[in-house]
């Protein structure tokens, strides 16, 4: 398997798990990286890198996490959030897949990327639900602000993880070797 490869799998399931959480902030991450240059992304997705879609996502991504906060609002808009989730998820794995069949890519997007935030959604649900069943709505606040952080912490660390593993990778790499030539080296001087 190539870094690349490796690498854009790394972005786009951490993208597509966020969309778990909140369906547009990794929608918002994802088109601010690729703006700046940071998110490589597919031909046909290139739109993703406009200043149009970083003011809709932006604005989705405000009122998304406001609505959150109302109560009834945020245990109905899971019932929305789940398909939309399972879509961002696809559209943000699909979007940075190195795959030259355009098929393979939309199937491994929808199958992983939309798997992915369907399984975060889920849990979040449930998990609002519980609070909801236990607390009366009164805990729903604290369950949004986590999933807020959560949603961004992934979003950003999506997409810095990746290359922090490579360069540890890399390092590794020249740890051994560098620990090789030295035995090397004194079995040679031992002789």
């Not at 890198?49 to 609002?73: D, K, L, Q, R």
């Not at 879509?87 to 030259?100: E, K, R």
Request: no cysteine; glycine share 8%; hydrophobic share 60%.
């Amino acid at each position: 398997m190539n870094a690349e490869l490796i690498t854009a799998v790394a972005i786009g399931i951490g993208l597509a798990a966020s969309a778990g959480f909140r369906v547009f902030v990794p929608m918002l991450v994802a088109a601010i990286a690729a703006k700046a240059g940071v998110m490589p992304l597919n031909e046909s997705f290139q739109w993703l890198a406009s200043w149009s879609s970083i003011a809709i996502f932006g604005t989705a991504t405000v009122v998304e996490i406001m609505a959150y906060y109302i109560p009834v609002v945020d245990n109905l808009l899971d019932t929305v959030a789940t398909p939309l989730a399972v879509v961002a998820g696809t559209l943000l794995l699909t979007s940075v897949l190195p795959i030259d069949s355009e098929l393979m890519r939309w199937i491994t997007g929808a199958a992983v990327g939309g798997g992915s935030a369907a399984v975060v959604q889920a849990g979040s649900a449930l998990t609002r639900l519980t609070s909801t069943k236990l607390t009366a709505g009164l805990g729903n606040p604290v369950v949004a602000t986590v999933e807020n952080i959560a949603a961004t912490g992934t979003s950003i660390l999506s997409l810095v993880i990746p290359f922090f593993i490579i360069a540890l990778f890399l390092l590794l790499v020249i740890f051994l070797l560098t620990r090789i030539r030295r035995k090397l080296r004194r079995d040679r001087i031992h002789k």
